[in-house]
């Protein structure tokens, strides 16, 4: 499923600027810090996601450590 679901190009391009829906309602039961390293690998602006691969890596190895 994409995350976001646009009916035009203008909807598609004012989506880009607005967080995707949370994957909570998605997936009930998914622990937050996963929720929220989802939510920032699709944040609109650049600098609030992760730099790059590495520091996603990173993130996901130290969330799987608490699971």
Same mark, same amino acid.
């Given at each position: 499923?994409?995350?976001?679901?646009?009916?035009? +190009?203008?909807? @598609? $391009?004012?989506?880009?600027?607005? &967080? &995707? &829906?949370? *994957?909570?309602?998605? #997936? *009930?039961? $998914? *622990?937050? &810090?996963? +929720?929220? @390293?989802?939510?920032?690998?699709? @944040?609109?602006? *650049?600098?609030?996601?992760?730099?790059? #691969?590495?520091?996603?890596?990173?993130?996901?190895?130290?969330? @799987?450590?608490?699971?």
């Amino acid at each position: 499923r994409p995350p976001w679901e646009s009916a035009t +190009a203008d909807q @598609a $391009i004012r989506r880009t600027s607005l &967080p &995707p &829906p949370p *994957p909570a309602p998605l #997936c *009930p039961g $998914i *622990p937050a &810090p996963v +929720a929220a @390293a989802i939510e920032r690998c699709l @944040a609109p602006e *650049p600098a609030a996601r992760f730099a790059d #691969c590495g520091a996603i890596l990173k993130a996901w190895k130290g969330l @799987a450590a608490d699971y």
